[in-house]
């Protein structure tokens, strides 16, 4: 018998998201932020998933002001 039998995880539910969004999230795309910036958001949402959710925030509201979801 193999080690790993190709599992399914259907069953298993998705955590709620901080921002109680539930659109398809894309492929993460990794960008480096200055060290300083990072630290800086890092302690203003510290809670788990909220610096995730502020991120997704403002990248569409920067997407919606460019027009780029029209």
């Given at each position: 018998?193999?080690?790993?039998?190709?599992?399914?995880?259907?069953?298993?539910?998705?955590?709620p998201r901080a921002d109680d969004s539930t659109g398809k999230l894309s492929k993460s795309i990794s960008i480096r932020l200055e060290e300083e910036v990072y630290k800086a958001l890092e302690e203003k949402y510290s809670e788990r998933g909220e610096l995730r959710a502020w991120l997704r925030k403002v990248?569409?509201?920067?997407?919606e002001k460019e027009g780029l979801l029209s």
């Open positions: 018998m193999p080690r790993n039998p190709n599992p399914t995880f259907d069953h298993l539910k998705p955590l990248t569409r509201e920067a997407a």
